[in-house]
Every structure is written in structure tokens, then in C-alpha cells.
């Protein structure tokens, strides 16, 4: 069985691996600095503030694993070639996120094997065993093969940094199954002991990779109540150990705070609002995992439900849905695990406190959605007895034509999700492509069009990127990233001063956003007015002090301006010196900078030869159209001459 749902988990997600970093990827992974070292612990197992791995250092420790167990030419290759990239980007890069990607797939396998266990051990308690012994194996494989290949899945598995999902949803799994093992009276005294242990152990590493973690107490609890004994006994080590792991949760929420994108009142969000409007999110998610289309990487944008009439369809859904499982569990009434699984994995981000930036995300089905998949599955199972009891008399040919029907049913879901699975993971293959696709499926989403049109910017399709920023602008006018990135792509286009009233609006909304400084420096600079973009790029330097492009940026107007008053040697060497580190030498613009602030303060022997090292770094790469250029400005420096940019 553990090879049968390793090789699906392969079938289905082999074609995730040339999947690149994308939407969060780029904070948790691409700019995260702490994962570029395993030691200390206190560093790889932290992260910056409201980095989609901030309070969550397991999954954090596990990307710092990746960086390190990384090929070493490659581990810094965090982007796919592109235009003005070197040849050998493009499979450098392949090999750097191959291992982000196998880990994902690995966790989510052993996750698919937790849930089998799981199924399989509590289909055999005195309870169900009855008239769910005999089949237990067969419909644990099926459980666990639907939920290993659904196509909903791919949020969580082939988007890198929802590793968190995995993580905790394997722990999640484990600490029910080792719960469950403990109550087993075959393992002995000892064994039981170890069994508590290692669920406790089991929580503990849940809560330190997400806080929805929480619920995981109470599933034991209720797994006891469920399908413990006639007269339960209440395990209260178990409780108290499994009770214990929230203090970890609870430091890690002090410690590690989201204050622009969790908490009450963010961006008009209620809880009351949010509570209404998650009605219509969970039936989505209902519906997707009955029929898993369209698939959607973001949400944002969806709609804010201020009044119960606004749901009332979803609403009455789910009130129905909720009463029949709390009445399900008041009567033992084994279904009813099912609804409280599904419930209590949805409650922590889908019930009061807003999660502002983030109102709906497939992601949160992973493991609920294994509730659906066993009540599905077990329900069409003995609904199909049921019928054949009616239909067949012969008990031999009942159970042949189930045999045959069972495997060609299940047989044929699963290769029909793990086929959906591979067609979406190839919309990762790309960020234009992954954006395009939200695009399409959701066009009011914000969001969406934002990413889109600063992929189309990236790749120089200036037009289409206006199109799709103005678009966003609309839907969104106060969101300071559409503003500063249309106002970018103006620029790009020689819409100048429009460019830049788009830009300043975006600092105006949020001072904080920092590649507006950026984009206002550049602009100012195509304007001609140096001595503004001096001091915006000086301010995107302070935003961002790691940067090496924003380094050399100002580097280069400190030592090429042709104005006396912009120009400030000393600080060019300052800041071009620390982007050639940063880049261990292995950037152009940077070293090509650094020359030039060399030759502005009269050092031209060490000009030339950063120059030197610039173009044969250049000439190694391939960069053929800007040989001359460098070349030009090495003549100048052996000449003892200083670069100056024209006068515009």
C-alpha cells in the first residue's frame, strides 16, 4: 500500500518539479535571508515579520534544509532564465527547485499513508468493525489514494511555501494515529506509553509549522468519544500532554505578529462580516472538492457579505450541515467525525478573526478535505452494498461484482484526479502563466491583475502590463503596489509624468511600501532630475539595505551624474562595494559600478581593473550587447578618465 500511494503521489506530481517560485515563494524563499544557513537553529527556524513562515519554524527549518542540501551552483538561482540571463540559468535553476518540490511531494505522502492508517485503524474498533472490518483495508487505500491525488491539493503541494499545509496536516495526521495506537490494548503497557509520546511529539511539531494546529486536542478527545469504548475512559495524560503544545502556539503568536494582515477592522473587515462571507467560501470549497474546477491560485477580491440575506443559501446550507454533526456526535453516530473533522480544520481561518489579505485560499482543504473524501467514499460504499444485497441474491456474485465495480469506480476517479493534478501543475510552470490563469478565471480579482501585469512589465510587454495595472488600479485604487507598478510601466512607456503622479499616489497611500521609492528614483531619473533621484534611491536603499540593484542604482548616479551637486565619490565606493559583495562578485551592474565610483575618486588603477573583471565576467556570459559599452568605459579609466553620464 505504501508503495502503491508513493508511486500515484509520483504519477500525479512529477510534473510539479519545473514548477517555479511564485506569489509568497518570493518573501519566504527567494529575499528570506534565514534560510541561507542551517546554524543557529534560532535563526533558520525564524523568519522575518509576516513572511508566510513568520511563528512557524518548522516549515521554516525545512526550507533552510533545502537551501542547504541544494546543489552549491545552484542554490542561489532562485529565478528561471530569462532574456539577459546566462545559457546555463534555466537548468541551474531546475536543479535548485527540484528539491523544493521533492520534499513537498515526500511530506504529502507520508501524509496520504497517516491518513491511511488512520482510516484503516479506526474502521477496525469495536465500534465499526462489524460492518466495516472486513473492507477496512480496501476503502483506507481508496481514502488516502482520492485524497493524495485531488486536484484541490496542488495549492498546498506544488506552491512551495504552503508547505506549511503539508507539514502541519501530516503532523495533524500522526498525532490522531499515534492517539489512536495508544488506545490499542495489544501494544502493552510500554507500548501505549509510546504511542502517547510520540502524539504529543506529534502536536508539539504541528504547532510549531501552523497555527491551525489548534483543533488537533480536540479531534483525540472526540476520536475517544466516537469510537472508544461503550463507556469511555477519558486518557487524561494523553489530554494534558496534547493540552501542553498550546503554550508553544501561544509563544509562537507573541512572538511572531501579522499586524497588516490578521486582526479585527483590516480593510473594513469585521468579524461579523467575515463570518458571513466565509459562508459562501466554505460551499466553495465544497464544491471544489466534489468537482475540482476551476482551480484559482489567489481570491483576492472576493466579495464582502454585510447582511445574512447576502448568504442565506450558504448560510442555511452550513447551519443544516453543522446541526446534523453536532447531533451526529451527541449519538455516537460514526459519520459525524467526518463533519466535526471538516469543521474543526476550517474553523481557526474561516470562522471570526479576518485574515484580511487572504479571504478564501484552497490551501486550507488539505486536510479537510480528507473529511469529505471518508464520508463520500464509505457512503458510497455501503450504499453500493446496500443495493447489490437488494439486487443479487448470490452472495458469491455480490461480492465479485463489488470486487469489480469498487476498483473500476475508484480506479477511475483516481486516475481522472491524478490527470487534473498533473494538468495544474503545469500552470505553475511559470508566473505569467500561473497569473494568467487567475486572470481568466477571476477577472475582478485585484491581485491577479496586478502579478499579471508586473510579469508582463518583466518581460517588456509594456502595453499588455498597462492594460492589466489599470485594470487593477480600478478594481483596487487604493492598493499602493498597483499604483507604483502602473506608474513604473508608464514610465517604461515614455508616459513620464503620469508615470510619476501614479507613483507618488502610491507612497502617499502607504509610506511603507518600499519598491515605490525605487520606482519614483528611476523615474525622476528619466526625467533628468538627478538630484530627486539621488535621494529616492537613497530612501530605497534604506528600505531595502540588501539590494543590489538599488545599491548600484544609486551607486552609479553618485558617480556618473553629470552635476557636481548629485555626485559624492566616496559614497558611491560605500555603496557599490557592499552590492559587489552581496553578489559575491558574480553580478555585472554591480561590479560595473563599482568601477566607475573607483574612477570618480581618482582610484583608476583599481577602476580598471573592476572594469576588466566586468568584462570578462560579461564575455562569459554571452552579453554581446554590451561589450562595446564596457569596453569603452575600460579605455576610459586606463586613460585616467572619469565616467559622466549626458545632460538631459
Given at each position: 500500500?505504501?508503495?502503491?500511494?508513493?508511486?500515484?503521489?509520483?504519477?500525479?506530481?512529477?510534473?510539479?518539479?519545473?514548477?517555479?517560485?511564485?506569489?509568497?515563494?518570493?518573501?519566504?524563499?527567494?529575499?528570506?535571508?534565514?534560510?541561507?544557513?542551517?546554524?543557529?537553529?534560532?535563526?533558520?527556524?525564524?523568519?522575518?515579520?509576516?513572511?508566510?513562515?513568520?511563528?512557524?519554524?518548522?516549515?521554516?527549518?525545512?526550507?533552510?534544509?533545502?537551501?542547504?542540501?541544494?546543489?552549491?551552483?545552484?542554490?542561489?538561482?532562485?529565478?528561471?532564465?530569462?532574456?539577459?540571463?546566462?545559457?546555463?540559468?534555466?537548468?541551474?535553476?531546475?536543479?535548485?527547485?527540484?528539491?523544493?518540490?521533492?520534499?513537498?511531494?515526500?511530506?504529502?505522502?507520508?501524509?496520504?499513508?497517516?491518513?491511511?492508517?488512520?482510516?484503516?485503524?479506526?474502521?477496525?474498533?469495536?465500534?465499526?468493525?462489524?460492518?466495516?472490518?472486513?473492507?477496512?483495508?480496501?476503502?483506507?487505500?481508496?481514502?488516502?489514494?482520492?485524497?493524495?491525488?485531488?486536484?484541490?491539493?496542488?495549492?498546498?503541494?506544488?506552491?512551495?511555501?504552503?508547505?506549511?499545509?503539508?507539514?502541519?496536516?501530516?503532523?495533524?495526521?500522526?498525532?490522531?494515529?499515534?492517539?489512536?495506537?495508544?488506545?490499542?490494548?495489544?501494544?502493552?503497557?510500554?507500548?501505549?506509553?509510546?504511542?502517547?509520546?510520540?502524539?504529543?511529539?506529534?502536536?508539539?511539531?504541528?504547532?510549531?509549522?501552523?497555527?491551525?494546529?489548534?483543533?488537533?486536542?480536540?479531534?483525540?478527545?472526540?476520536?475517544?468519544?466516537?469510537?472508544?469504548?461503550?463507556?469511555?475512559?477519558?486518557?487524561?495524560?494523553?489530554?494534558?500532554?496534547?493540552?501542553?503544545?498550546?503554550?508553544?502556539?501561544?509563544?509562537?503568536?507573541?512572538?511572531?505578529?501579522?499586524?497588516?494582515?490578521?486582526?479585527?477592522?483590516?480593510?473594513?473587515?469585521?468579524?461579523?462580516?467575515?463570518?458571513?462571507?466565509?459562508?459562501?467560501?466554505?460551499?466553495?470549497?465544497?464544491?471544489?472538492?466534489?468537482?475540482?474546477?476551476?482551480?484559482?491560485?489567489?481570491?483576492d477580491g472576493w466579495p464582502m457579505a454585510r447582511s445574512v440575506l447576502e448568504v442565506a443559501p450558504y448560510a442555511a446550507l452550513l447551519a443544516v450541515l453543522v446541526a446534523a454533526t453536532v447531533v451526529a456526535i451527541v449519538k455516537r453516530q460514526p459519520w459525524g467525525f467526518g463533519?466535526?473533522?471538516?469543521?474543526?480544520?476550517?474553523?481557526?481561518?474561516?470562522?471570526?478573526?479576518?485574515?484580511?489579505?487572504?479571504?478564501?485560499?484552497?490551501?486550507?482543504?488539505?486536510?479537510?478535505?480528507?473529511?469529505?473524501?471518508?464520508?463520500?467514499?464509505?457512503?458510497?460504499?455501503?450504499?453500493?452494498?446496500?443495493?447489490?444485497?437488494?439486487?443479487?441474491?448470490?452472495?458469491?456474485?455480490?461480492?465479485?461484482?463489488?470486487?469489480?465495480?469498487?476498483?473500476?469506480?475508484?480506479?477511475?476517479?483516481?486516475?481522472?484526479?491524478?490527470?487534473?493534478?498533473?494538468?495544474?501543475?503545469?500552470?505553475?510552470?511559470?508566473?505569467?502563466?500561473?497569473?494568467?490563469d487567475a486572470v481568466e478565471k477571476r477577472p475582478d480579482n485585484p491581485r491577479a491583475r496586478l502579478n499579471y501585469g508586473l510579469d508582463l512589465s518583466l518581460s517588456r510587454r509594456y502595453a499588455e502590463a498597462e492594460q492589466q495595472l489599470r485594470e487593477a488600479v480600478r478594481l483596487?485604487?487604493?492598493?499602493?503596489?498597483?499604483?507604483?507598478?502602473?506608474?513604473?510601466?508608464?514610465?517604461?512607456?515614455?508616459?513620464?509624468?503620469?508615470?510619476?503622479?501614479?507613483?507618488?499616489?502610491?507612497?502617499?497611500?502607504?509610506?511603507?511600501?518600499?519598491?515605490?521609492?525605487?520606482?519614483?528614483?528611476?523615474?525622476?531619473?528619466?526625467?533628468?532630475?538627478?538630484?530627486?533621484?539621488?535621494?529616492?534611491?537613497?530612501?530605497?536603499?534604506?528600505?531595502?539595505?540588501?539590494?543590489?540593484?538599488?545599491?548600484?542604482?544609486?551607486?552609479?548616479?553618485?558617480?556618473?551624474?553629470?552635476?557636481?551637486?548629485?555626485?559624492?565619490?566616496?559614497?558611491?565606493?560605500?555603496?557599490?562595494?557592499?552590492?559587489?559583495?552581496?553578489?559575491?562578485?558574480?553580478?555585472?551592474?554591480?561590479?560595473?559600478?563599482?568601477?566607475?565610483?573607483?574612477?570618480?575618486?581618482?582610484?583608476?588603477?583599481?577602476?580598471?581593473?573592476?572594469?576588466?573583471?566586468?568584462?570578462?565576467?560579461?564575455?562569459?556570459?554571452?552579453?554581446?550587447?554590451?561589450?562595446?559599452?564596457?569596453?569603452?568605459?575600460?579605455?576610459?579609466?586606463?586613460?585616467?578618465?572619469?565616467?559622466?553620464?549626458?545632460?538631459?
Amino acid at each position: 500500500m505504501a508503495v502503491l500511494l508513493a508511486a500515484a503521489g509520483w504519477i500525479a506530481y512529477s510534473t510539479s518539479f519545473a514548477g517555479v517560485f511564485v506569489f509568497d515563494d518570493k518573501f519566504a524563499i527567494v529575499d528570506n535571508p534565514n534560510i541561507r544557513a542551517l546554524w543557529p537553529l534560532t535563526r533558520s527556524m525564524s523568519a522575518p515579520a509576516e513572511l508566510p513562515v513568520s511563528g512557524r519554524p518548522i516549515a521554516s527549518l525545512t526550507l533552510a534544509i533545502n537551501y542547504a542540501l541544494a546543489p552549491a551552483d545552484a542554490r542561489d538561482v532562485m529565478l528561471p532564465g530569462g532574456p539577459d540571463a546566462p545559457p546555463d540559468t534555466t537548468e541551474r535553476f531546475l536543479r535548485n527547485v527540484w528539491g523544493y518540490h521533492f520534499m513537498n511531494l515526500a511530506l504529502h505522502v507520508l501524509a496520504a499513508l497517516a491518513l491511511f492508517g488512520v482510516v484503516r485503524r479506526t474502521l477496525l474498533t469495536d465500534r465499526l468493525r462489524p460492518s466495516l472490518g472486513g473492507p477496512s483495508t480496501a476503502l483506507a487505500i481508496v481514502i488516502a489514494l482520492v485524497w493524495l491525488v485531488h486536484p484541490l491539493q496542488t495549492d498546498s503541494v506544488t506552491y512551495v511555501t504552503q508547505r506549511t499545509e503539508v507539514l502541519f496536516g501530516l503532523f495533524y495526521l500522526l498525532t490522531l494515529y499515534c492517539a489512536i495506537r495508544a488506545a490499542e490494548g495489544g501494544a502493552g503497557a510500554a507500548g501505549r506509553r509510546w504511542w502517547t509520546a510520540g502524539a504529543i511529539l506529534a502536536c508539539a511539531l504541528g504547532m510549531g509549522s501552523k497555527q491551525t494546529m489548534v483543533t488537533a486536542p480536540f479531534i483525540v478527545v472526540l476520536w475517544d468519544w466516537m469510537f472508544g469504548p461503550q463507556v469511555p475512559r477519558p486518557r487524561w495524560r494523553l489530554y494534558a500532554g496534547l493540552a501542553a503544545t498550546w503554550a508553544i502556539l501561544a509563544a509562537l503568536v507573541a512572538l511572531e505578529r501579522w499586524p497588516h494582515s490578521i486582526g479585527f477592522d483590516r480593510e473594513g473587515w469585521t468579524p461579523w462580516t467575515y463570518l458571513l462571507t466565509q459562508t459562501g467560501v466554505i460551499v466553495h470549497y465544497l464544491r471544489l472538492s466534489l468537482v475540482p474546477a476551476p482551480l484559482v491560485l489567489d481570491y483576492d477580491g472576493w466579495p464582502m457579505a454585510r447582511s445574512v440575506l447576502e448568504v442565506a443559501p450558504y448560510a442555511a446550507l452550513l447551519a443544516v450541515l453543522v446541526a446534523a454533526t453536532v447531533v451526529a456526535i451527541v449519538k455516537r453516530q460514526p459519520w459525524g467525525f467526518g463533519g466535526a473533522w471538516f469543521f474543526a480544520l476550517l474553523a481557526p481561518s474561516s470562522s471570526v478573526l479576518p485574515l484580511a489579505t487572504e479571504i478564501a485560499a484552497e490551501r486550507r482543504m488539505y486536510v479537510a478535505l480528507a473529511g469529505v473524501v471518508v464520508v463520500v467514499v464509505i457512503g458510497a460504499y455501503l450504499c453500493g452494498r446496500r443495493l447489490l444485497d437488494r439486487l443479487v441474491a448470490d452472495a458469491r456474485s455480490r461480492r465479485t461484482i463489488g470486487v469489480v465495480t469498487g476498483v473500476l469506480l475508484a480506479g477511475g476517479l483516481a486516475v481522472t484526479f491524478a490527470g487534473l493534478t498533473s494538468a495544474r501543475n503545469r500552470d505553475y510552470w511559470s508566473e505569467l502563466r500561473i497569473w494568467q490563469d487567475a486572470v481568466e478565471k477571476r477577472p475582478d480579482n485585484p491581485r491577479a491583475r496586478l502579478n499579471y501585469g508586473l510579469d508582463l512589465s518583466l518581460s517588456r510587454r509594456y502595453a499588455e502590463a498597462e492594460q492589466q495595472l489599470r485594470e487593477a488600479v480600478r478594481l483596487k485604487e487604493t492598493s499602493a503596489p498597483a499604483q507604483g507598478n502602473l506608474g513604473s510601466v508608464l514610465c517604461s512607456l515614455g508616459q513620464l509624468d503620469e508615470g510619476v503622479a501614479h507613483v507618488e499616489r502610491a507612497l502617499a497611500l502607504d509610506p511603507e511600501y518600499a519598491p515605490a521609492y525605487g520606482n519614483l528614483a528611476e523615474a525622476y531619473g528619466a526625467l533628468g532630475r538627478r538630484a530627486l533621484a539621488a535621494k529616492y534611491f537613497a530612501l530605497a536603499v534604506q528600505k531595502e539595505p540588501d539590494s543590489p540593484f538599488l545599491l548600484s542604482r544609486l551607486g552609479w548616479l553618485l558617480a556618473t551624474s553629470p552635476e557636481p551637486a548629485v555626485r559624492d565619490g566616496s559614497k558611491a565606493v560605500e555603496v557599490s562595494e557592499r552590492a559587489v559583495r552581496l553578489t559575491s562578485r558574480q553580478d555585472t551592474m554591480a561590479l560595473d559600478t563599482l568601477a566607475a565610483a573607483y574612477a570618480e575618486t581618482g582610484r583608476f588603477r583599481e577602476a580598471a581593473a573592476a572594469a576588466e573583471e566586468t568584462l570578462s565576467l560579461a564575455q562569459g556570459r554571452g552579453l554581446s550587447d554590451v561589450l562595446p559599452e564596457l569596453q569603452h568605459r575600460l579605455d576610459l579609466y586606463r586613460a585616467g578618465e572619469r565616467v559622466r553620464e549626458p545632460l538631459r
